[in-house]
DNA sequence: CAGATATCGTTGATATTGTCAATAGTTTCG
DNA sequence: CGAAACTATTGACAATATCAACGATATCTG
């Protein structure tokens, strides 16, 4: 079915305590690898509720941007979403041939293209959040309305590092 | 320098207040973006740190596991890191070209391969981890002690659901 | 202002990773 | 025993990542 990424790295085992018994050496405790492997199943259930209509995350992710009053240009979208310049021009170039998203070139820097949703582009996105929101719901069910909020700040700070 | 895969899925942006002005539709608080997002800072940071050892995220999970007393097969490795079976072929084989790892054909059912460090992967793990572990150390470090023992722990159960 | 320097999007080449079907060897179950 | 299920492996193919180079702008510096 689906399946995912998963890239993992761990960390002391020092603090005895925290492992069952005297398991495996790292790796259940280690944030990054919880994180990767909490993306993963994330990941997978997110591209499986979006292929519906036609989405993946990232692109589901490119054209949700492109709803946004703030008008990202290609560069910021890429920087957003931590991608190569050039894959953001695939996957525009792809929304666009769908008539999903636009590309205007941004009159205060000719270089740039600003990339806006088209009407279908918003009414896909709207129907689209919420498949992604009840594939979501399926996967943090195990957590409580507050430990998903300290989680999502929690997430915050590591996503979006301040120095 | 580094990049990194980012995958990332929205949500509602109900609850209006939680968005600084009326800016971005909701990526900024959707906890998969987040986890995706967070996930490619601290997959770059840790594959930057392996890389001196000649390692990946990917190929370290491994040596990791196979020094673990749970003497994982190859199958119990690719489901835990959400591997196809295939790559973890390919990965042993890399490992065990270099010496760091051998297949034993499990006693208990020949059709499995046991995976185990050899002492040169053993010595190779405890120095990889060491660079892995700083490398989590700086990209973390906007983190209380608690507040990553919070973390680690919503996350384990998003990484290991339940039913 | 001119020329050097940097940036944005794009293309294309190349490597890495993901996905899937098919297989031989084993085990398990009826 | 024979059928069905499972393990590792291979190979083919699709998707993604990475990087260098380019034309079109913009910005900076003297």
Redesign the pocket.
Known sequence: ?????IDAMPKPADTVASNGGSRAPALTDDLSFLLARANAISLAAGNAALATHGL?A?SYAVLLLTTDDARP???EI?EFLR?????V?SL??DLQSRGLVE?RTDPA?????VVVATDAGRQLAAVARESARSAEEQVHRQLTPNERQTLTALLRILAFPEP
Chains 1, 2 share one sequence.
């Open positions: 079915m689906d399946s995912a990424i993946k990232r240009s290609q560069r890429a991608l190569d310049p050039s894959q021009v525009v170039d590309r820097d000719r270089r740039a293209n």
